[in-house]
Structures are given as structure tokens and as C-alpha cells.
């Protein structure tokens, strides 16, 4: 990631599109009060520095997706390369890096129970270092947002 500065102006940038990602250049101009020409390159330098991505963020359970699921991982000896690779796993869809009583949170996304029990056994308990797991089955998604501004 390059040094880039989270002025107000990138900080305004950023909310707006948090809230609607499709938001045009020229929409965004008009709000923050600088030219569409700044505003694309100030996007494309966020975009480019890894501070934002833009995605279409969707719930999994309602596109033909059957499980999703959050594992718990314990991990002997050091976690940067057990995180690494299980972030090399397609199904994978974040790894965290966390205190208490897993060392890595894993959220995966999984066509049927059978796709779940061969990630669980032939992928994640796999990697050289993990110890354990605990799956937690999502019933439902009750809330997904990503509109949480900037500080």
C-alpha cells in the first residue's frame, strides 16, 4: 500500500462511496465541489493505494450459495503463513487475525454441506500448523454493511 493522505477530501470521497459505489464522477464533483478530472484521479489513487475497493457487495444465501459458514482456527507456531494460505482458498472470502479463543476467524462460502465438509477436511485442517476448528453455520444474514464513513 503507497503513503497516501486521508484528507477531507478523500475522506468525503470515501463515504459517498460507501454508501452507493456506482455514484459518478461527475456526481461526486458536484457534492464535494472539486473537478470530475480530481475526483477520478483522487478515486483512482485510493483504488490503486489498496484504501478502498469497489464491489458489489451481495448476500451469498440468496444467489444459490447453500451455506456459508465462520470457522474458528487455533494454530500452532506462527500464524502469518497458516493465514496466508488459507487466504489462497477460492471459498475463502476473509481471514482474521484475532485474540481469544481462535487465533483466525475464516468465513467461508460453500455450495452444499458436502463442499463444507471437503473444505473443512481436505483444505483448512490441512495446512501445516492448524490445530483445531469450530464451525459456526450462518441460518440467515440479518445485517451486511460496509457504510461505516472514516475517522
Not at 477531507?8 to 464533483?29: C, F, P, T, W
Not at 475463502?92 to 460453500?110: I, P, Q, S
Amino acid at each position: 500500500m503507497t503513503d497516501l493522505a486521508l484528507d477531507d477530501v478523500n475522506k468525503q470521497i470515501i463515504e459517498h462511496l460507501q454508501r452507493d459505489g456506482r455514484m459518478s464522477y461527475a456526481a461526486l464533483a458536484k457534492i464535494i465541489g472539486l473537478s470530475e478530472a480530481a475526483v477520478r484521479q483522487r478515486v483512482q489513487r485510493l483504488l490503486d493505494g489498496g484504501m478502498m475497493q469497489i464491489v458489489a457487495v451481495t448476500d451469498p444465501l440468496m444467489l444459490g450459495f447453500a451455506r456459508q459458514a465462520m470457522v474458528g482456527v487455533r494454530v500452532t507456531g506462527n500464524l502469518r503463513p497458516v493465514a496466508e494460505a488459507l487466504a489462497q482458498i477460492p471459498e475463502v472470502d476473509y481471514v482474521v487475525y484475532c485474540a481469544g479463543g481462535y487465533d483466525l476467524l475464516v468465513e467461508l462460502v460453500c455450495t452444499d454441506d458436502e463442499h463444507l465438509l471437503s473444505l473443512l477436511n481436505d483444505s483448512i485442517r490441512a495446512v501445516p500448523g492448524v490445530t483445531s476448528t469450530e464451525t459456526f453455520m450462518y441460518l440467515k444474514l440479518a445485517k451486511q454493511t460496509y457504510a461505516w464513513g472514516t475517522r
